[in-house]
């Protein structure tokens, strides 16, 4: 699978050859992402008032490909959706690049055998495959070959169902639509969007303002001179006022005392629940952005731009904000869902390496739980992973962004998000946060695998490979000595994660499987990792 990615995609097409389920799949995707779906035969037949074999008898196959440029035409005209060609739809030059001009297109293909299985049990009388006779179709993928080749987006759906190959579509395109997180008395669903250089198109993502909206958009001091003023000038573009406010950078600005100095400025200009908070930063911009934005004014719009890597893959996605509070890390918080979330992989060009490579602990951790074609491609290093950083981003989204769907408000399986936490945060803050987010996670995910490997739950062998993983992308797979076993442990304690007084923990039993809610009442195992 491979796929490339413009700031604009107004349609996505999906064409290949007839019988390898375009229509399906595309009706599935369309509903996931919440868009309209038009198949191309099918407005054909209800233009013209024939079947499709019945315009091939009276008109031929030029008569029919004339039908189908009209009503293409017609239908890239109205508003973004998802949209099924024919299988020869884009044989003519002019249709090709008319789709091509207007949307992305990407190619479904899947192996003879499928196809003609797939061809014999439908009920879709095709006029070039008469009889479903396979010499024909045998002479027709021949004929189209080339054709086909030529399309440099392309899935291979041979053994996906319809639901699977849809998904996969959505990584492939950098499209996702989180849902469940109604509020009672708004449709709480909202796009997450993967776009390279989509910065400058944040204003034009957001839809049209409402009359004199305030945009106020919260950075952190090293965001700011690099992102905000595109930001401000996209957002200008299509019709809103903008402010700006700049926070120092760190984890030390997520306080509940920032928050009310937040809500002080938002009264001091103007911000009314027709306006946006935009949160340009790393998950400390998110957390306390979205928090502010969640409580002021009893709810006011917001949308997430995380510019870090950990900003992207995890703390943007899922409406969970929050500040710290002395005694332990977003121990104050709400679920609060924005109303989208931009993630423009060109930036991470100007992440330092360190944040960078704390960014990864959170990607190798969306593999184990799962992907594991993504712990693969991080199991190749910091080359490897920079050198397919577009996919990777998308792919570890993509782990998250189905957790969170199947469990908004973290009831049961969202937990498993949460596999390496319980020990990194409290590494995190005994280290009085001089150890980073991810290199915390990425020790707690170390001595987690190491546990569950002597506790019989893990192969020795996979708890090894994501150790070395993580070792491979520079992260810390042990704590920093000296060890204050004691402190760790009363940081544990006060987890949000415990149950009753009990610690519970998520624990990989495999690459891409993890099981959660595991209780450890004797913690000499996480130390006997060691």
Sequence with gaps: MNGNHRARTPHIFLYGPPGVGKSGIGRRLAQDLDLPFSDLDEVIEQESGATIPEIFAREGEAGFRAWE?????????????????????????????????????????????????????????????????????????????????????TLDVSNLGVEQAAWELQIMLGRFRIHGMQDGSRNSAYPVRVIAGGLKDLGMLLGEPVRKAEAIVITDSRIAPLYASQVQQSLERCG????????????????????????????????????????????????????????????????AVPTSLLGMVDASLGGKTGVNLP???????????????????????????????????????????????LFDICSGGVDQVRQRLDEVVRRA???????????????????????????????????GYRLRHGEAVSIGLAMISRAASRMGYLDERIANQICAALDGLGLPTRPPLP????????????????KAGVLRFVIP??????KYGMEINNLDLLWEAL
């Design 483 to 498: 060890i204050d076993r004691s402190r760790i442990e009363e940081l544990m304690r006060v987890d949000k994660k415990r």
């Design 397 to 431: 989204m993509a782990v998250k962004v189905k957790v969170v769907n199947e469990d908004p408000f973290e009831k049961g399986a969202r937990e498993v998000l949460n596999l390496g936490h319980t020990l990194g945060h409290a590494l995190e803050k005994a280290s």
């Design 240 to 303: 809103r006022t903008t402010r700006l406010i700049v926070l120092p950078e760190g984890e030390a600005s997520k306080t509940m005392e920032t928050a009310t100095e937040l809500w002080g400025r938002f009264l001091e200009f103007g911000l009314d629940r027709s306006g946006t908070v935009i949160a340009l930063g790393g998950g400390m911009v998110s957390d306390l952005a979205g928090f502010a934005a969640s409580l002021y004014m009893r709810g006011v719009r917001w949308v």
């Design 69 to 153: 440029s009209r009503l293409l035409e017609r239908l890239i005209s109205l508003d973004e959706r998802v949209i099924a060609l024919g299988g020869g739809t884009l044989l003519r030059d002019e249709n090709r690049r008319l789709a091509e001009l207007s949307g992305q297109i990407i190619l479904l293909k899947a192996q003879f055998e499928v196809i003609q299985e797939r061809l014999s049990q439908s009920k879709v009388d095709r006029p070039l495959l008469e009889n479903d006779d396979p010499a024909r179709l045998a002479g027709l993928l021949h004929q189209r070959a080339s054709h086909y080749q030529s399309f440099p987006s």
């Design 327 to 373: 005694q332990g890390k977003n121990l104050v918080g709400s679920f609060y869902p924005p109303s989208l979330v931009l993630a423009d992989p060109e930036v991470l060009a100007t992440l330092p390496e360190e944040e960078f490579c704390s960014g990864m602990a959170e990607v190798v951790k969306h593999g184990v739980i799962g992907d594991a074609r």
């Design 509 to 514: 039993v495999g690459l891409g499987d993890v």
